[in-house]
């Protein structure tokens, strides 16, 4: 059965730093792996999709990377602002599980100004 | 195209009512997928649709749950004699899958079920 975490579950930052979000995953049979966004009370915004035969993606200040043979994923923020407090989610889409993706727990980053 | 939309964004409700909540994906998606959600958790599937088929459908669905998406359009998700443990938030995403299925899924702003 696929379980993903996400370590650490809550952080803390001052404004302007560099941080890394960590993502592990138990079965390497993966089509994809998908970071999102989540503000409180709000539905979720992708961020980054890395394919299984990807190593990274980059989107502006964000970069994602994928070892899919040792389950892990990171997820890079350069540079932080305070607008970039929200809770990050890492999903994994199993292989011959139809269409559905499985999420961690998620981590819920605070940036201060 | 105004990404996916779900109403009601909020439905507060009392042990054993009955609750529908309605899902409108983006338009020419052909999947849509269900969703659920509790405070600290990432988001748990239920079920999902191709086109107006209901392909899959999680053990966390139980029989008060039904959803349908007629003419492969909009989705409906029906709880019935809900109970406390019904209370979470509802999301819906939905996708245009080609290939093997390496779509990226575009969710909605849910719906937040309070059960008293």
């Known amino acids: 059965k696929q379980e993903v975490t996400q370590i650490p579950a809550a952080l803390s930052v001052p404004e302007g730093e560099n941080l890394v979000l960590n993502c592990s995953f138990t079965?390497?049979?993966?089509?994809?792996l998908q970071w999102f966004r989540q503000d409180p009370g709000k539905g979720l915004t992708s961020l980054l999709l890395?394919?299984?035969?990807?190593r990274e993606q980059t989107s502006g200040r964000l970069n994602a990377s994928l070892d899919k043979s040792s389950g892990r994923s990171t997820l890079y923020i350069a540079a932080s602002q305070p607008g970039d407090s929200a809770t990050y989610l890492c999903?994994?889409?199993?292989?011959?599980?139809?269409?559905?993706?499985?999420f961690g727990q998620g981590t819920e980053l605070s940036v201060k100004p | 195209d105004t990404g996916v939309s779900q109403n009601p964004r909020h439905k507060i409700t009392k042990r054993g009512q009955n609750v529908t909540f309605r899902c409108d994906p983006i338009?020419?998606?052909?999947?849509l997928y269900w969703y659920r959600q509790t405070l600290g958790q990432g988001p748990e599937f239920l079920t999902y649709?191709?086109?107006?088929?209901?392909?899959?459908k999680s053990r966390l669905l139980s029989d008060r749950f039904s959803a349908e998406r007629p003419k492969g359009s909009f989705s409906t998700l029906e709880i019935q004699r809900t109970e406390q443990g019904d209370s979470a938030m509802y999301l819906c995403?939905?996708?245009?899958?080609?290939?093997?299925?390496?779509?990226?899924?575009?969710f909605g702003s849910g719906t937040q079920l309070s059960v008293l």
């Open positions: 995403a939905s996708s245009l899958a080609v290939g093997a299925g390496n779509e990226k899924l575009f």
């Open positions: 079965d390497s049979a993966i089509y994809n």
């Open positions: 890395i394919q299984s035969s990807q």
């Open positions: 999903a994994v889409r199993p292989e011959n599980q139809g269409g559905k993706l499985i």
């Open positions: 338009s020419e998606h052909n999947r």
């Open positions: 649709f191709q086109n107006e088929a209901q392909l899959e």
